[in-house]
């Protein structure tokens, strides 16, 4: 249900792609591809791809997400950098997560 609500699923390719900036949703998807692929998952084939504002910082963004997750750094892709619009402001933002 998880999947089917913030996933993807690209005609062409074979892969799938979870997008959230939900640090507990992100960690079930995992955990639930993990236990539901136990023993077929290639560990290594994970990769992610951060969407942050200008105003984060990368580093520490990307060893949150990779403590979170529990995926290597070495597994991130480049960020995604956009300029924050408006006036609205989330002290508890870290970003979004494309996990695929």
Known sequence: MLYWCEGAKYPGTNRIEFVCSDENMQVVFIKLMRKAFYGELVENKFRV????????????????????????????????????????????????????
């Open 49 to 100: 791809m951060l969407q942050l504002h200008t105003t984060h910082n990368v580093n520490k963004s990307v060893d949150y997400w990779s403590h979170i997750l529990d995926i290597p750094i070495s597994q991130f892709v480049k960020p995604h950098i956009t300029v924050k619009k408006g006036t609205r402001y989330r002290h508890v933002y870290n970003g979004t997560a494309s996990v695929y």
